[in-house]
């Protein structure tokens, strides 16, 4: 069963605006990873939220983490047409850190210019 | 910096054939990982090594499935025989400790 599940499935906006997307999942955590697929290549990391934090900020990305309601969102402020992407959560099985990540089924994002 | 390395980019070839699967991780990684993703699915965790030793391969479908990973700096992934619904992307991917994965661009595997 999936650790991470994303929503929306698809998200569609105008060049400019800000694209939220959200995750959750089911087991206790000690991290929470974000990723992003371009079409055709791997994925790439974003971003690790740890469980003793409550917000992270890299670039134009903004990442909360809420462990008492097991979710997790990304917000991307004045998106670019490059952003157009699918945008994954993973997370470590159970609290401990074993190395195995499971992967949400993701967020297709379009950024139309 | 060169990433992860995964040959071929793409492979078509026959039901019933040997097809193996090329990763070089990044140099001083001691985690490497290989998923499948489809469309179905999405992305599955096959396997996983740490320090060159199989830690947990229960996500590989079949015993038509082997990884192997000799050295620090290879690894492959090995169908035989293969079957048309093992087509799918195949990733490797890569981390230094726990902490975030380095992937590969993948190996888009087409089993006519």
């Known amino acids: 069963s999936q650790q991470g599940e994303e929503d929306p499935q698809a998200l569609s906006i105008q060049e400019g605006e800000n694209a939220t997307m959200n995750c959750s999942y089911k087991t206790s955590i000690n991290n929470l990873q974000w990723y992003r697929q371009n079409s055709g290549r791997g994925l790439v990391h974003l971003i690790l939220?740890?469980?003793?934090?409550r917000e992270k900020h890299s670039g134009r990305l903004r990442v909360t983490l809420d462990t008492s309601k097991k979710s997790s969102s990304l917000l991307i402020t004045a998106s670019r047409a490059a952003d157009t992407a699918s945008y994954f959560c993973?997370?470590?099985?159970?609290?401990?850190?074993?190395?195995?990540?499971?992967f949400g089924q993701g967020t297709t994002l379009q950024v139309k210019p | 910096d060169a990433g992860v390395i995964q040959s071929p980019r793409h492979e078509v070839t026959e039901m019933g054939q040997e097809v193996t699967l090329r990763c070089k991780p990044i140099s001083g990684h001691d985690y490497l990982f290989w998923y499948r993703q489809t469309m179905m699915r999405g992305l599955e965790l096959l396997i996983y090594f740490n320090n060159n030793v199989p830690i947990d391969d229960s996500g590989m479908p079949e015993d038509r499935f082997s990884a192997k990973m000799p050295n620090a700096s290879f690894s492959t992934l090995k169908i035989q025989p293969s079957e048309p619904r093992d087509s799918a992307v195949y990733f490797c991917?890569?981390?230094?400790?726990?902490?975030?994965?380095?992937f590969g661009d993948g190996t888009r595997l087409s089993i006519l």
């Open positions: 993973a997370t470590p099985t159970g609290s401990s850190n074993t190395g195995k990540l499971i």
């Open positions: 939220i740890r469980s003793n934090e």
């Open positions: 991917a890569s981390s230094l400790g726990t902490g975030s994965q380095h």
